[in-house]
């Protein structure tokens, strides 16, 4: 079937799309939980099987995947769980099927059916997002006060949805973008309001580390005098942003309609983000006491199992509260340190198949990157792999599934012989490459590389 790469693009809004509570995001078959993503990836693999060209990411993926199932074999016949053992191994195979899919995508307008999959999930989700807080209609993930004070009762709603991270690697790809000068940064508002909108109203400090992440790796990549003055333009503009808002910015625009709810997120984004940044409010943060109190204890347990791990579906703390509750249930076999934990479960042999997975398609791109977009997705994953140190995005669902689909599209991008307009041309909007070419010819550099189309 000529169109059957569509279901690529529903694939993608199933597993992303921010959907009211009421659409059940799993469901029981034989007593196991299946998510609602799992069938959808299930059948972009089988589309991906039969493609006839596909780029090498097999090399990467394939020794990730066979160690984790090789793992989950072991940690059944030593004695775990069957469910618990399922349940940790999953989703960071999920991540290396994602990756062959995302490899297989190597024609134009499936690259293009991708990409207008994803714009429409942010563009809906951040719809969802406005009217869930027009409405008070309670939606998929969770919503909070956006607070790190619990007794603070006039800050925003926080929302955590399935977007966010997608979001987040839009805006680290837009942003990288704009300090290359491949795309001027009002060309890209389509991408980057909804994405915007999604990050700041999800008010989560990891965010800001990934983006950071994400634009020292493109630095390292474009190695380029004109990436510099990029990145101190949009320095210069969110540190104006900033300081409008800290100067009271907000209280000038009260008598505008709608710029009081402004202004509370404003206050909640600085409150809760950017303040709880220093030392002294991760000090007093429970989620921070968590976290560390969860790495105490991992890293008391790794040593007694260093080569090969524990095991998936092994408790390295003892459950806590009352059954069907989370500290009970799962708590247990969850960390927020996804690197701790795969060495708490699968030692140094998984963490290895992991680096080799992860870090070598960006290796590449840092030692011959062919385009800015490459560069960009590349960057965009290096920040989801930076967030994993405080928050697990192999081990979520769906972020496992956009960090393979990252590193894939990352090889397609790098190997010559393949289609890579479709991903060029609906972001760049010259072709690979030509844009950045056009905005750099005659610049001065110290570039110690060429980026080629």
Not at 198 to 215: D, E, Q, T, Y
Not at 294 to 318: C, Q, T, V
């Amino acid at each position: 079937m000529k169109r059957a790469f569509l279901v690529l693009p529903v694939a993608i809004f199933v597993a992303f799309a921010a959907l009211p509570a009421a659409i059940p995001q799993q469901f029981e078959v034989g007593g196991f939980s299946v998510k609602l993503i799992e069938p959808c990836l299930a059948a972009a693999a089988v589309w991906a099987v039969c493609q006839p060209r596909r780029a090498r990411v097999a090399r990467y993926a394939v020794p990730f995947a066979a160690v984790v199932a090789g793992l989950t074999l072991w940690s059944l016949q030593a004695g775990l769980d069957l469910n618990k053992a399922g349940s940790d191994a999953r989703l960071p195979f999920y991540g290396a099927v994602a990756t062959l899919v995302a490899g297989s995508v190597t024609t134009r307008s499936q690259q293009r059916a991708c990409l207008a999959g994803a714009l429409c999930t942010l563009w809906f989700s951040a719809a969802m997002v406005l009217v869930s807080l027009a409405t008070g209609m309670e939606l998929g993930g969770r919503s909070e006060a956006a607070s790190l004070d619990l007794a603070d009762t006039g800050a925003a709603t926080r929302f955590l949805t399935p977007t966010d991270f997608l979001a987040v690697a839009t805006i680290a790809i837009c942003l990288v973008l704009v300090i290359s000068g491949a795309r001027r940064d009002y060309r890209l508002w389509y991408w980057v309001l909804p994405a915007g909108c999604l990050m700041v109203l999800s008010f989560s400090r990891n965010h800001l580390i990934g983006l950071a992440v994400a634009v020292a790796f493109a630095l390292v990549c474009l190695r380029s005098s004109a990436s510099l003055f990029g990145l101190a333009k949009v320095a210069c503009c969110a540190v104006a942003i900033v300081l409008a808002f800290g100067l009271g910015l907000g209280t000038l625009l009260d008598p505008i309609p709608g710029a009081g709810f402004v202004a509370q997120q404003a206050n909640s984004y600085g409150g809760r983000v950017l303040d709880g940044l220093g030392s002294q409010a991760r000090s007093t943060d429970g989620s921070t006491q968590w976290r560390d109190q969860e790495n105490a204890r991992m890293l008391y347990e790794i040593p007694d199992a260093i080569w090969i791990g524990h095991g998936f579906g092994y408790a390295y703390k003892s459950p806590e509260g009352a059954p069907g509750t989370f500290q009970n249930d799962s708590a247990p076999y969850y960390a927020h340190n996804f690197y701790l934990w795969l060495v708490l479960k699968a030692g140094l042999l998984g963490l290895v198949a992991f680096a080799w997975f992860a870090l070598g398609p960006l290796v590449t791109v840092v030692r011959r990157p062919r385009s800015p977009v490459q560069v960009a997705l590349g960057a965009a994953a290096a920040g989801l792999l930076a967030i994993s140190v405080v928050a697990p995005v192999p081990n979520g669902a769906p972020e496992t599934t956009l960090l393979g689909g990252l590193l894939g599209i990352v090889v397609v991008l790098g190997q010559r012989g393949l289609d890579r307009s479709g991903y060029g041309s609906a972001i760049e909007g010259s072709g690979p490459g030509g844009a950045y070419e056009d905005a750099h010819r005659g610049a001065s550099s110290f570039s110690v590389c060429r980026i080629e189309s």
